[in-house]
């Protein structure tokens, strides 16, 4: 067996572990938007709903409980505008990473076949095909790839990390694409619900497949919307024909979400409010961090939806960070996320508000 790393890239945030050295010593502490973890409050409805079933001495089962699928079909409904979703159409994951990481192995996919992803991209897609021993190829426009050999095509709006949203026509014309070539299509829609200059559409709305889930999968994360990273909490959604076999795959794996984190999902899925109140500590702090960005000379691209500012001096994404180093400021270098990003830094605006007020002050 080769070693582990002539199959893996190096982990790029290892690379950041100087620079957060030097903003860690500024005197009133660093201010960490390098990584978009939450650190606000699980919402207590949820928190009840775990504490509630932790009394779970069974196995819980990798399809979840009736109930769950429920929440789950439900949402996908009222939210997302799908229309007739049964439990065949639903898979809970643990946390959407292990999913983009296993999914070209679980699916068989080997030596020989393709899996495409983003030219700006999180680096789990590429680290997926890796491990299953596929060939990998980035794109601008998926529609342009060459069909041969390609079985798995990943969609990903918004954009992590440049918040980038993908248009209704844009996903039409994609998911015809891939039926035409019989390519498997899932679209990663993690920070879906997360839109600010734009208003972020699913694979599974009709108007974009016509009626039909044949060939597409939605992926989806309380992580973001619901501060639940720490809970490994999330979901598929899409053709009946893919996740059936999925199921049978992760059965044998044992990839079971926890009964008592199936319980939090059913409440967080069915209470839109504390998205809501989410969402505006969002607004105020990404609306902080950008006016205080582009006060200091940066310009940002994209970044209409997601946790994330996409933004460039127009220099080196490493000479970027060493300057916010510099200030106790640490950002994602850009080429974390592909090549095409080298000029670019990703902010994220999940720090708390007296971290984001400090960061604003010093970039003034």
């Known amino acids: 067996m ?36 939450p650190v606000d409050p699980v919402p207590e409805l949820i928190q009840k709903a775990l504490i509630d079933a932790a009394d779970s001495p069974g196995y819980p089962t ?14 996908v409904e009222r939210r997302l505008g799908a229309r007739e979703v049964t439990h065949r159409h639903v898979l ?16 068989g996919l080997g030596p020989g076949d393709k899996v495409a992803y983003p030219r700006l991209a999180y680096p789990t897609y590429e680290v997926g095909a890796r491990l299953a021993r596929a060939e990998y190829e980035v794109y601008d426009d998926p529609t342009e790839l060459d069909p041969r050999g390609l079985k798995l095509l990943w969609l990903n709006s918004p954009s992590n990390p440049t918040g980038k ?10 998911v015809a694409w891939a039926r035409e070539h019989g390519v498997l ?9 997360l839109g600010w200059e734009a208003d972020p559409v699913s694979v599974l709305h009709p108007d974009v497949n016509g009626g039909s889930y044949e060939g597409i999968v939605a992926v989806h994360s309380l992580s973001k919307r619901s501060n639940l990273a720490g809970y490994r909490a999330a979901f598929l959604a899409g053709d009946p024909a893919v996740l059936a076999p999925l199921l ?24 839109d409010e504390h998205v809501r109140v989410q969402r505006e500590r969002y607004a105020s702090r990404r609306k902080a961090l950008r006016e205080a960005l582009e006060r ?28 916010l180093a510099d200030l106790g400021i640490l950002v994602a270098p850009g080429d974390f996320y592909g090549e095409a990003g080298a000029q670019h830094v990703r902010v994220a605006f999940t720090a708390t508000d007296e971290r984001v007020a400090a960061a604003a002050r010093r970039l003034a």
Do not use: N
Request: glycine share 8%.
């Open 2 to 37: 080769s070693a582990v790393s002539d199959r893996l890239p190096t982990f790029p945030w290892d690379k950041l572990e100087p620079y957060k050295k030097t903003a860690a010593a500024h005197p009133d502490g660093i201010v960490d938007l390098s990584v978009g973890t």
């Open 92 to 107: 809970p994951i643990v946390g959407s990473k292990e999913l983009v990481a296993w999914l070209p192995t679980q699916l």
């Open 248 to 271: 049978e795959i992760r059965k044998h794996g044992g990839m079971m979400t926890s009964a008592p984190t199936q319980a939090a999902v059913i409440a967080a899925l069915g209470d």
């Open 62 to 75: 990798v399809w979840g409980t009736p109930a769950l699928r429920d929440a789950i079909t439900g949402w």
């Open 296 to 323: 200091h000379g940066f310009r940002i691209e994209h970044s209409e939806a997601s946790l994330y500012l996409w933004a460039t001096k127009g220099e080196s994404c490493w000479t970027t960070v060493a300057h």
């Open 165 to 174: 949203v993908l248009s209704k026509q844009e996903l039409t014309w994609m």
């Open 185 to 193: 299509l899932f679209s990663d829609e993690c920070y879906l619900e």
